[in-house]
């Protein structure tokens, strides 16, 4: 019970809230309102009568209103506000009738709409086009969160993985990405977003337009990033820098191109097991010799004998079809 208190507390002190945070608290809604309930009174209580965001009593009963409202047509419309939204409603109700929550708290609920998931095996490659006509190409091992239609003053998803997106420019609802620990903004571009939990860094790349990167909790210290720039977030030491190691195989990837220019042998593996759904491990004494290399629309097997050449190293392939690179001597 302390680890949900611990998080229902920091969601609520937060200006904006993610995805997760509202699936959060909507969870917590219907399993224990008396907690939200409870936390709210604590947060805000101290301060209902200076604040200048709470909601006055005729907010609040337009709101009440509003919600009877769609409780009443629950038998016209039960597909489209449905019974879990009924009991979030309810719980919703108690809360604002209070005068706990601001509008920049509330409205991410009753604003929201119904949250879709599209997730991709190793080897798998999925093209999929939001409600605004933005389209995206997901790269294997990856996971896309993201509403059934756009609503508010911003579009956001979330990215578990690898995403190539071409945003439809929309200046007044900028295109957002919550990936891991970072956050992307954009309002009309093409650009690629990695963020793999296992793997120790994330990247932006962009191919066309303007994109802005900056950390969860800092999004007023973005890094503008233009056309053939990358910025990297280093998990490990918890900083986002300019990339000197741009690889066009960030762009590219969604048509099976992989163009890389002083990147780690490591990283470079990491990308065709993605790719071809294969482990494929580099010798400790090779994975981080730096690649030059071209490839485009090639067989596996051909990749991996060029690169091999390259870090001076032999390949051996396993029963399961798994392949260990070897870096003979010295390697690189």
């Known amino acids: 019970m302390e680890d949900k208190r611990q998080r229902v507390q920091s969601i609520l002190v937060k200006k904006e809230w993610s995805i997760d945070d509202r699936n959060f608290i909507l969870k917590t809604l219907e399993e224990d309102r008396n907690l939200v309930q409870e936390i709210s009174r604590e947060f805000f209580s101290d301060s209902i009568e200076n604040s200048q965001d709470l909601l006055t009593r005729i907010e609040s009963d337009r709101i009440l209103n509003d919600i009877n409202k769609e409780i009443g047509k629950v038998g016209q419309k039960e597909k489209v506000f449905g019974i879990r939204n009924l009991t979030v409603a309810a719980s919703l109700l108690l809360l604002v009738t209070l005068g706990f929550f601001t509008r920049k708290y509330w409205s991410p609920l009753l604003l929201s709409e119904r949250t879709l998931s599209v997730s991709t095996q190793l080897g798998e490659i999925k093209n999929l086009e939001l409600a605004d006509g933005s389209s995206v190409w997901l790269n ?29 420019s929309n200046v007044s609802k900028p295109f957002v990405i919550e990936s891991g620990d970072i956050t992307t903004t954009v309002v009309g571009t093409a650009f690629n977003v990695r963020s793999y939990k296992e793997d120790s860094i994330s990247a932006v ?14 999004e007023g210290n973005q890094i503008k990033i233009n056309p053939d720039e990358e910025v990297v977030y280093n998990k490990n030491m918890g900083t986002l820098f300019m990339s000197n190691g741009y690889s066009q195989s960030q762009i590219n990837w969604k048509d099976r191109e992989f163009k890389y220019s002083a990147i780690p042998l490591g990283l470079v593996l990491k990308d065709l097991q993605r790719s071809f759904n294969v482990e494929i491990i580099p010798g400790e004494n090779i994975k981080n010799c730096k690649i030059f290399a071209d490839f485009r629309g090639d067989e596996l097997n051909d990749m991996l004998e060029v690169l091999k050449s390259l870090v001076n190293a032999k390949i051996l392939q396993k029963e399961n079809g798994s392949y260990r690179m070897i870096g003979l001597d010295e390697g690189c």
């Open 140 to 168: 294997g091992g990856s996971k896309l969160v993201y509403p059934e239609k756009f609503r508010g003053g911003t579009r956001l998803v979330s990215l578990e993985g690898e995403a190539f997106f071409e945003v439809k």
């Open 205 to 218: 790349a962009v191919a066309s337009g303007i994109v802005k990167v900056g950390l969860n909790g800092n």
